[in-house]
Each structure stands twice: as C-alpha cells, then as structure tokens.
C-alpha cells in the first residue's frame, strides 16, 4: 500500500484497505459486464413514468420512506407493509446491513467468490471478515459455512443467490441449515433470483433472522434509477432503517418503481427470454475446446478460458466488453482465467459466439 502524504488530514485506517469501485465504460460497444437487462421497458410505460414526473415537484423532498411504493411492493410480496424496506439500489441497502450490525471485532461470514461489494461494506464497519470458498464447481459448501457460522458467531452472513460471479445458488435447505445454526442476521442477496426456480420466501415466515434483498436493477431492466429492498421481520428492519440516510429513494425513482409494481408479469416475458438465451449461450460456449462454463442461475454466465486476458482483449478489440473477473489484486485463484458475460439481446450473444469461436480455432491452429 503506498504511503500518504503526511500532510492530508487523518481517515480511518480500514478507508485505505478499500479500493474505490470502478467499471470499464464502453459507450459504444456490446455492453455484456454489468449484468443489467438489454432490452429498454416499454414505451408506453417509460411515458407514462415520465408523464407523471412532469407533474411532481422537484423542489420538494422526495416522499419519505416512500410509502406508495413500499405498499405496493408489500402487497406484490403478501406481506406487511412494515416488512418491506426499501433503498437506493441494494448496494444501499448492503451498506446499512453492514454498519447497523457490524463493528470491530464482529465477524462476517461469507463465501468466496462473491459480490465485492458486501466486502468493502464489512470493511468500512471494521469488522472481521471471515470467507468459506465455494466448491470446485461453484456450489456452495454448506457444511462448511455451518460449521463457520457455529465456531465465528458472526453478526452476519451473507449468501448472495443466485451467487455473482459464479451464477450458482444455495437450496432452501442449505440456507435452512444456516439459519438454524446460530443467531446471525442471515442475509439472502436476491439480486438475481426471477432468473432462478428457487424460491425462499416462505421461510421468512419460520426464521425471524432472516432477510431477502432484492433488487430491481436487473429483471425489472431499472438499473440506471436506483431501487433496491429488503424483507424481513418488522423489528429488524426498523434497525436497519436507522443505518440509512433519509431521503435516499428520489422521486423518479419512486414513480418509476411504483408504476412497476402497479404491472405484474411486466419482468416474465424478459426473464424467460433471458434464460432461453442463456441456456443456448452455455451450450454453444461450452462446445467451444478448453473453455468451462458453469452452469448459471442468473442473467450471465462464468467461462473459464485457457487464457482469459487474450479472451478478453480480443473481445474488447471486436467492440464486446465483458467482465474480467479473475484479474483484480487479491481475487480468489479459483477466478483465474474467468470471464462473466451478462447474457444480451440475441444478436449480441450471436456477436460474442461469433468471435469466441473464431479466437479459440485461431488458438488452436
Ligand atoms: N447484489 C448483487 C449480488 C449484485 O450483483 C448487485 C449488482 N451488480 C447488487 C447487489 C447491487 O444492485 P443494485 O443495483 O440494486 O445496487
């Protein structure tokens, strides 16, 4: 780490463990790195969000928790109204899990390779990080985050599922076993599961310690406004609520979610066009000689190629940006060589095919 300059006023000094977050920008390429839907809303229904923010005020502070929007995410969810929490985006979200439940000397406890940014939070709380690496394959090894969840008694645990990067996810009865193995706040990140059949709601009912963030920056194709929210047992969300800024839901944000919710089965026909894709994308990639992919749950895949910075490059250079996951300082050995691919619009997968397959016959001739 290098040192600073002794001049700058002091910061805490877990700030300088954390590397700011940073994606690459194509404007003008196939965007397959961040996981986020090709296909726009509809027309009508961006008009209509539109329409309806004309005729709000923006001098005005936005509502505040957004209760039209919580009432109608309560009630897509069957549940109270006061089992819903909603933020800005779930990173949000993660961030006030983070510091409401963790300090020095607490634990977190959560698989490796996971979503970075859950990390950086802990961090930033000071608290112990405390990883489980996934299994060969990417499945989770449950046994072993029970037997971490006995022996740390950590604060938090955190399971995304499906999992980023790797698309795998945990079963009911793996996370029942979690729940059931201490006290801990266990946190499902849902961030991705229309893409998955798994569904965990119903365990909210029997487990008070558990909670479900969901997101709607990828089925519900609104990553660029930021929602994101959590269910979960009244009492402690209204904890968690108080690790979050006011205010933090904007007013297009609320509109925009609220007419959403106000349209059920607007995300089906997208999440089956998602996984038709995805399912075509694996098979093709996979045939490819030396390449693995994991079987995925989510809206991209996990490729591990014989050399995956050159499968990245030539890529990039035929305009196509995926994520290089196994790059990064400190990311786990079993990432090496991986590439994410966010499952795109089928001219763009069609793209990707195209040139994966020419690179690697290229390699082998
Ligand atoms: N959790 C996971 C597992 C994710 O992959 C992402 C987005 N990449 C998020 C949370 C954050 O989503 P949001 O846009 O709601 O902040």
Redesign the pocket.
Known sequence: MPKRDSSLPPFRREIERIAPYRVATAPHLIKLN??ESPIELPARLRRKILTRLDRTDWSRYPDYPAEELTRRIARSNRVAMNRVLIGH????L?YSLALTTLERRKTIVMPTPS?P?TALAATLAGATIRTVPLLDDFSYDVGALVRAVREYEPRLVFL?SPN?PTGTSIDRIGVERILQAGRSLVVV?E??FQYSRIRLSSLLRRHDNLVL?R???KAFRL?GL?I?YILGHSEVLSLVERGKPPHSIDIFSQIAGEELFDHPGIIDREVERTVRERERLRIRIDSLPGVRVFPSDANFLLARFPDGRRVYEALLSAGILVRPVGQAPGTPRSLRNCLRITIGKRSENRALLHVLADYMMERRN
């Open positions: 961040q996981n985006g779930s990173n949000e993660l979503y940014v995304p980023n990140d961030a991705y963030l997101t709607l920056s990553a930021r994101g």
